[in-house]
C-alpha cells in the first residue's frame, strides 16, 4: 500500500498492563520495607509469567475499541479497514493503516486517517518512548523504507557477528560418544542461531540448518 512505517516503543509496558486476576504477593522494595508487610500486586510487573500476556490484553483491547480488526493468521497484527460499498455489491475492505505489536515494541504504518484515528489516541493512552522511521532496526531485522515505498529488510548485522563454534570440543569425539557440556554449550548455540537467520531471512535454508 506504499504505507510510511515507523517503529514506537512502550515504556514500562508491563505497569500499563489490565488489572491482575490473582492475588500476587511481594515483597515491598527494600527503602518502603516494613516488619511483617508485603504487598498485594494490582497488575502484573517484570518477572511474572503472564506478565507480557496482562500488557497485551491492555494494547489489543484498546486498538481494537478504536477501530482496528484482528488478523486472523496473527492476532498481534491489528488492521485499520475503510469500508466501501459500490452499487449493491457487497461491501468491500480496504486496509488503511496496519500496526504490528511484539510486547512493547509496535511496528506501524498508514495513512492520515490511520495515524489521527489509531495511532495518536494509543499515543496517548499509553506511555512511549522512542519512535523512528525510514530506517531503523526491529526485532533484530534492519528495515529501510526507500523513497518509492519499498521496504528493504535484511539481518546483515546478525549475520556479521555470527562465529562459528569451536570445534576443538567435539573434534576428537566418536559418533557414538554424547558430546560434554562445554560442546553441548557450542552445539546448541550455533544451532540457534543458524535457525534464526533461517526463520527470519533465508526461509530456503531452514531445512540445511536443521
Known amino acids: 500500500e506504499g504505507f510510511p512505517i515507523k517503529t514506537s516503543d512502550v515504556s514500562a509496558a508491563f505497569l500499563q ?7 500476587v504477593y511481594v515483597l515491598p522494595p527494600k527503602e518502603r520495607r516494613e516488619p511483617g508487610k508485603l504487598w498485594k500486586l494490582t497488575k502484573t510487573v517484570y518477572g ?8 497485551y490484553k491492555s494494547f489489543s483491547g484498546e486498538i ?3 477501530g482496528c480488526h ?5 492476532p498481534a497484527m491489528f488492521i485499520l479497514y475503510r469500508t466501501q460499498s459500490k452499487n449493491e455489491e457487497p461491501l ?5 493503516g496496519v500496526a504490528v505489536s511484539h510486547v512493547d515494541d509496535v511496528l506501524h504504518g498508514g495513512g492520515e486517517i490511520f495515524n489521527k484515528k489509531i ?19 526491529y526485532v533484530g531485522i534492519n528495515f529501510n523504507q526507500l523513497e518509492d515505498g519499498s521496504i528493504e529488510m535484511d539481518q ?23 558430546m560434554d557440556d562445554e560442546g553441548q554449550r557450542e552445539f546448541r548455540s550455533a544451532v540457534t542461531k543458524l535457525n534464526c537467520v533461517g526463520y527470519q ?10
Not at 17 to 23: A, C, E, I, L, Y
Not at 124 to 130: E, L, M, P, R, T
Open 64 to 66: 481494537v475499541s478504536l
Open 92 to 96: 468491500e475492505m480496504q486496509p488503511i
Open 156 to 178: 546483515d548485522h546478525y549475520v556479521e557477528a555470527l562465529e562459528g563454534p569451536n570445534m576443538d570440543t567435539v573434534i576428537k569425539c566418536s559418533m557414538e560418544e554424547v
Open 119 to 137: 495511532m495518536g489516541p494509543l499515543f496517548n493512552k499509553f506511555k512511549f518512548g522512542s519512535h523512528e522511521n525510514t530506517e531503523f532496526r
Open 48 to 55: 511474572l509469567a503472564d506478565a507480557s500476556r496482562g500488557f
Open 201 to 210: 531471512s533465508r526461509p530456503d535454508l531452514c531445512f540445511d540448518a536443521k
Open 70 to 74: 484482528k488478523a486472523i493468521l496473527d
Open 17 to 23: 498492563s489490565v488489572p491482575t486476576d490473582r492475588d
